[in-house]
């Protein structure tokens, strides 16, 4: 009998002891700095990456999707923005680990990521998870950022790390946003030279500056007057140069509030300023029409206007295709806001 309960008691000591192993290598695993799968955000493959999801605490969200090289589509429906993208990749394959969240704050970062975060997911392109980041908020240095990995293999880390890009001073949380109007790209004619046939230029003011280019051939086009009228003697190097000129043109912001849905309404059924049209080699014409903007009190420089014109001269309203309002600048339009006498003999 005493024998019997002799063993019993070695044999729970046993099991006490491997018990007590076991959590002190679970401990020690937790508690581990760099470990493979949870401290590696780096992807260095980033032409791997066919699809990006960002997500943020309020579950707004953006979803990017790579479409061909160059352009990524935005929620479905619109072209995401290239210099967005382009950085979130660079940040993929650059992102170092500085250090781990020392273990007197790794509560406090916890809790702040849990409530202030970016989720940013990578997937493959057949829709694969490639790693997920909870970006937090910036260090005390605003060098560095917080953020939490988690992989299809390990799962969510339970560790934050210190994280930056190597020669860059600056945080990395800017870089991720889910608002729809921020990731839209912006851009209205970006087309080659060689992909234009016709442009049209129309002024509604001044209804005599307005013409149409025709593309015949790489150095050979025919300009038309108002009327449709044949021009026999014009610049032909200044109308290559209009032509080569519907390249990035692009709009500053979408309308935020500017408008009112009743002013909107209300301006798509105003007579124009200027409409603009732009006709592909694929027969597809974009038209935009550009509205008159309102004297605001001061300028870019937010100094007064001090002139007899009643309208806005260095910003304008424009309806693009789909029909949207934004609002564009003459410092990129006036490249392409050329009236025909541009183009002919100067009189004597």
């Not at 293999?153 to 990395?172: C, D, H, N, Q, R």
Request: charged residues 30%; proline residues 5%.
């Amino acid at each position: 009998m005493k024998r019997r309960q002799l063993q019993l008691l070695i044999s729970a000591a046993v099991l006490i002891t491997l018990s007590v192993v076991v959590v002190y290598m679970k401990q020690k695993k937790s508690n581990s700095t760099f470990t493979k799968d949870l401290s590696d955000f780096t992807i260095e493959d980033t032409a791997s990456i066919g699809k990006l999801k960002i997500t943020n605490q309020d579950k707004i969200s953006a979803e990017l999707v790579r479409k061909h090289a160059g352009y990524w589509e935005l929620n479905g429906k619109f072209r995401a923005r290239v210099d967005a993208i382009d950085l979130m990749l660079t940040t993929a394959k650059k992102v170092r680990v500085k250090n781990p969240v020392p273990e007197s704050a790794r509560e406090n970062i916890i809790r702040n990521l849990s409530v202030n975060y970016h989720k940013v997911e990578y997937f493959d392109h057949n829709g694969k998870a490639i790693k997920t980041w909870y970006v937090g908020h910036a260090t005390k240095d605003h060098d560095a950022s917080y953020m939490l990995l988690e992989t299809p293999s390990e799962g969510k880390s339970s560790l934050p790390y210190v994280t930056y890009i190597p020669g860059f001073a600056g945080e990395l949380s800017s870089r991720y946003f889910c608002v729809e109007e921020e990731w839209r790209f912006t851009g209205i004619f970006n087309y080659d030279p060689s992909e234009i046939i016709a442009v049209s230029i129309r002024n509604n003011d001044y209804p005599e500056e307005s013409f149409e280019v025709k593309v015949l051939d790489k150095n050979l086009f025919a300009l038309h007057d108002q009327f449709g009228k044949k021009v026999e003697r014009f610049d032909t190097a200044g109308v290559r140069q209009l032509v080569v000129n519907f390249k990035k043109i692009h709009f500053e912001t979408l309308n935020r509030g500017i408008l009112s849905p009743l002013q909107e309404d209300s301006l798509r059924k105003a007579k124009p300023y200027y409409e603009i049209s732009v006709t592909d080699k694929k027969g597809e014409k974009k038209e935009i029409k550009v509205f008159h903007k309102k004297l605001p009190p001061h300028n870019m420089n937010n100094e007064p206007f001090e002139q007899d014109y009643p309208y806005d001269p260095e910003r304008a309203f424009a309806q693009i295709p789909g029909g949207e309002i934004v609002v564009i600048q003459f410092f990129v339009f006036d490249k392409i806001l050329w009236p025909i006498d541009a183009f002919l003999p100067r009189k004597e």
